[in-house]
């Protein structure tokens, strides 16, 4: 179970010389993560984690949806079916997890789960059937120490800086209140994610709006009163330390409306009469507005869009969202975004930071884009491509169009706590390994690459994020 | 033109020595074919092949495709225009492709053949016009020999498990013989393949539903019949052996329809009336069904859609269907599987492999497909990316996601009866380098990297097609 | 500064070893252009170039393109504003780009402009802010001397052909003064480029029919004269020794209308009144036309389409076209294409050359294309994909269906006369790479690989672009 201290370099002795180097001079950056779904509530509440089951597989819907792949029952893994309580034991989730460790061989759950139970835990056991029940009590055993709650691991893990996703109407107290600790000194900041205000189509929509309208203290009822109730809490927001939003549409269609038709499909909605048509449209005019909003407030805009979310119907019926079936589409970013950007392309206050679960789009939009438009930045591999192989064939196809100074540094995107450090690692690694083939091959001076691999690490997010 | 005993290993010394080794477990597992095109006629009648252009040339597209490609005419090539005997003499045919031999090079073809040579005949010569009669001659002289008849190289392959493709309406005549002949211990499965009755709108539906309700003894004028006739059949073929079906559509899209408005389309066909968009609809709907059949009765479902068939109209013209301008298509199977993986996806019975021809499905689509639904799995890489390359980049692009253990294990999908084992030898040899990747960037540990190795070459696949 | 003589090799030692053989073969090949944006009349004029500004960055998009991502505004980069002469000082604009050197780490423009600046002007140093001033002197110190005039570099670079893009109107009269120089023993060769001419819908056909009319001494008021224009003119051209046409639609669709519809179309865009659905259905049957000419005159027919011109209108109103935000389009050749190709796909006078900014066909789309038809040849990887990284994965994903006699050999696509040698060179050491990876995994021998690299450098472009 010890990590390899070579781990993930490239195995050419020469290139894998230089990795080692080049990872060496980035290893020992602090951890800025401008991305993430940990909740803030877990280091203002600072209570221990429960168990191995809790922390590492039921919250994680990376783990869920290959065990699922593999015939294991969501409710079984701790996922409480609606209307009922959760029935499961975390000793048998976590058996059902190590018996099928051999299932994650050589996926980047395997890669994180691993560095996690060595680097965290310190443990010598592999996780299987075998030891499955050696390894739950020694985990459960330290969780119980002081050093593996919230803050210890914060402060243990390096972690200068971490962003958490926030609903507009968030109040954002736990954000206040950690800030306001005297005894936490980590920097938690909140995110703008408006998803839930952009698509009046989906179902629950004008009841989402009376709440943002009370958090605001304006009223919703109208189209230019949701875009005055998004800007006032974008400035609350900002105000609270947020310097990005965070948006996820079914697609990145940017297109305005004028301003009496926006009105008149916001009505229709709340009068329950509007087509899927309209909500489009509604939803694709939002899109625009928020991009309009970021080149006047600056707020750094991150768009992920095209993933279908909840493929399976009698999945998310039973078991709610985020149980292993949001599928990537087909991702598309050029077409879509040019009337926006040629707007606010070249705004110097906009940013946006472009993710795809597409790796099509790498070579063929996403660094194109962000090899003309300063506004845009080229976002690091996302979810179903936030792994060594995928992250080698980014570098691969957008260095070419976008260099490296139009990245956006590494994204954890995730809400395993505990694998946060293991990510960025992954990141360094893999990082080091693309340069140092580049020094290899003579097309960079091994200098460079450590200046590089240094400002990947964390200067180029700070820049990117606005979080110096 | 002998075979280098490391061919196609990583050239990293260190990373080549452990594919060495994971290669070495796996190199000498039985052939377990689940999906190909040789005849069980071949086996049954045992003859020898006639020539070589008979063996590797006249009926392989692959070859056909590049030979013309280069200028060669397809009649010239064995290919009998329409209406005409086949005036070809095989010693041309043969001489046309040595001469050619330096077309292939880097190609699977080229890798393929030379291993045919060299390790099913044992030549020493190098296809060239220079060699061309002696090779010929050579050629000839081995297949009268008793040992390269269809039985002995059978044998001496080490196939376990060889599975033809079928038509519904087939007796299965030689498969019985085959199983009753106590001279033949191999096992020789036919395969149930429908597409011929999908699509009422290509001509000849009328007769060939006449056809398979005399096989199924069912009447199938109504769309009732020719359901109850596919269901009759699958029976037939599964009290025969057959443990899967395979089903190549245009496009992957199953929606059902409702009964009346099935039967109304398959009478408008029968009545020759029917419109393209209904045909469309009616064998979307037959996809469809064709997967409720497999959820109950278990048949494993390979599904390969998106090729566009007879690209040159001209060619199919004069020389009919296989002629080398099969060209692949855009992918899609989330989108347009949806609602077919709502209905059956999480059905314990139902297995359904994906094929594709369109490399960019295999990460954005068909590895996050099957690393969710227990159902589906991976398919290997097929047909025009059944080459040592692009299986280095589906194992890259799947592994991610799918793991191992939800891919399909290797598919030779061939007609070519002699490159069956170099076909298996390749995948194994690519494989023990991807895991040898895997080993030398400490993501694996060699022991765990041979068993995948071992079981990726035999047992997986019986237990993904439901062989043991 | 110096450049590694290994550089673009593999790391791996041994194939390394043969990529050096393999590239020593290849090397001093003279450099065959069949398509590039130099102009002929600065071979005629011979005149010094200017400054290394205008050598290296004001004419050249690339470079342009991410400087602008970095907040450098067009003007000061020497583009001037419409109605505006160029403001900027050259040396201001040198020292902008060497301030941004960094920028450039690992990009195309880093491997060329390095490349030149060591191997044609053989300077020490290398550009940053320090260096600026020191390095712009030593340039146009260099510039001024007899040995740094075009003519001089032509035959320094080792130029065997150099093929231009030129205007169906154009008298070619440069091309002619060129070829009557007895002072000048270069071939210098017009590629005859219609696009102006092709849609009727882009502002200012009227005008440009007219202008063509009047070259060709055909009224081309009629569809009949606009294509018998056309005719005249590449016969004009080919006279002069064009053996190749360019073609850059929107789109690759061929689709023929009737002759009564195209002249109806015709006639009433010279009316001002078609409809955009009639524009495009226009320009598709012109690219229909376009292949049929070929099919008769045996001009050699590059298309490359499906490229987004002018992304972002601001810029394009202010500072014109080629300002580094034409970006890449989804593409498609195998459905757009298949009408024509069953026209002419089989024809031995016609031969098409596919050119892609969309990597996905390489292995979809263009190999299995040219991999069937004799006419068609896969185009090396162009503008965005011209780059060390995109050149692998081009061999990898089209030797598979096309291997190496039916790829076009590289064209270096360029505007910048210096870049030309690193180019070419940047191919062949990617081709040596590519063909020493397959000699080590022993798919072919290193005679037969040498062989082929040779092949690549010169004779194969000689062949397939008829310049023999």
């Known amino acids: 179970m010890a990590l390899h201290p070579d781990r993930l370099f490239p195995a050419d002795p020469a290139t894998r010389g230089v990795a ?78 190590c018996a099928h460790w051999g299932a994650f061989a050589g996926t980047p759950v395997r890669y994180w789960t691993t560095a996690i139970l060595a680097d965290v835990f310190g443990t010598d056991l592999t996780p299987s059937s075998a030891t499955a029940d050696a390894l739950y009590d020694e985990l459960v055993a330290a969780l119980a120490r002081p050093e593996f709650r919230p803050r210890a691991l914060f402060e243990r893990f390096g972690i200068e800086v971490l962003a958490t996703t926030d609903d507009p109407a968030d109040d954002l107290a736990d954000h206040a209140a950690l800030r306001d600790d005297p005894e936490f000194a980590g920097r938690v900041l909140p995110t703008f994610r408006p998803d839930a205000y952009l698509d009046p189509g989906v179902p629950g929509w004008p009841a989402r709006l009376d709440r943002l309208g009370a958090a605001a203290g304006i009223d919703t009822g109208t189209h230019a009163g949701l875009v005055a109730a998004l800007e006032n809490r974008r400035a609350y927001f900002a105000e609270r330390g947020a310097t990005a939003t965070d948006t996820g549409p079914v697609d990145a269609w940017a297109l305005p409306l004028r301003a009496p038709e926006a009105e008149r499909i916001h009505a229709a909605f709340l009068a329950s009469s509007g087509t899927p048509e309209e909500a489009t449209a509604y939803r694709r005019h939002m899109l625009f507005e928020l991009m309009r909003m970021a080149s006047e407030d600056g707020l750094v805009m991150q768009l992920h869009p095209s993933v279908i979310r909840n493929h399976h119907g009698p999945t998310l019926e039973r078991y709610g969202p985020d149980t292993g079936h949001d599928l990537p589409d087909v991702g598309a970013f050029t077409r879509p975004l040019r009337t926006a950007l040629e707007a606010f392309g070249t705004n110097q206050r906009f940013r946006l930071v472009l993710f795809t679960v597409d790796e099509t789009t790498f070579s063929r939009e996403i660094a194109p884009l962000a090899g003309f438009y300063p506004s845009v930045y080229a976002g690091a591999p996302w979810w179903f491509l936030d792994t060594p192989s995928a992250i080698a064939r980014y570098r691969g196809a957008v260095t070419d169009s976008a260099g490296f100074g139009k990245t956006s540094g590494f994204i954890d995107d995730t809400r395993a706590f505990c694998s946060i450090p293991a990510r960025h690692d992954m990141a360094r690694r893999m990082d080091a390994g693309f340069l140092a083939s580049l020094v290899v091959t003579h097309q960079l001076s091994e200098e460079e690459a450590a200046a590089i691999a240094v400002d990947l690490a964390a200067p180029l997010p700070r820049r990117v994020f606005r979080l110096e």
Chains 1, 2, 3 share one sequence.
């Open 20 to 97: 080692r180097t080049l990872y060496a001079a980035a290893a020992s950056a602090p951890i800025v993560s401008p991305h993430g779904h940990v909740d803030a509530g877990l280091l203002l509440r600072d209570e221990p984690f429960t168990d191995p089951a809790d922390l590492l597989v039921v919250p994680d819907h990376y783990v869920l949806r290959l065990l699922h792949a593999h015939g294991a029952d969501l409710g079984a893994l701790g996922r409480a079916p609606r209307g009922d309580s959760p029935g499961a034991d975390p000793r048998e989730i976590w058996r059902t997890f």
